[in-house]
């Protein structure tokens, strides 16, 4: 099973523009996604765009983009987010290729790799116990 991916876009004032995107996202061949458009306080018709191509949309004052970014992430449901601006439009197969490198190694820690990756797990957890209590300095 392919894991929920949470594409957020933040936009401001991208009516021209906003449909495009999303057109070409709905047309990922990855498909289990959720969309997030955060209007960023527009001045013209970028929320009701969003809202007319049914994929969650959240409205902010104007505060730019990061802000929006943090917004919709703390709503997120998906394993990975991707961020991406609304002037942008992709290829069919994007997102299946942005991901699956995260996707290969996931499992090829877990499979291949447990006992050095619990080693390295000890020594972060060696490493905060020193930073904590003053022992270490961060790098």
């Known amino acids: 099973m392919n894991p929920l991916i949470s594409i957020i876009i933040p936009a401001y004032n991208e009516e021209d523009l906003i449909a495009e995107c999303l057109e070409s996202i709905k047309s990922q061949s990855y498909k289990n996604l959720e969309v997030i458009v955060v209007d960023d306080g527009s001045r013209d018709r970028t929320l009701e765009i969003a809202k007319g191509l049914k994929v969650k949309t959240m409205s902010q004052y104007h505060k730019g983009p990061g802000s ?18 609304a002037d942008m439009t992709f290829d069919k197969n994007f997102i299946r290729d942005l991901v699956a490198p995260i996707l290969h190694n996931r499992y090829f820690f877990k499979e291949r790799n447990e006992q050095k990756h619990q080693k390295c797990l000890v020594c972060l957890l060696e490493h905060k116990q020193k930073f904590a209590s003053g022992q270490a300095h961060p790098a």
């Not at 992430?73 to 991406?84: E, P, Q, T």
């Open 68 to 85: 929006a970014r943090n917004l919709a992430a703390s709503h997120a449901k998906g394993k990975i987010l991707v961020f991406v601006d």
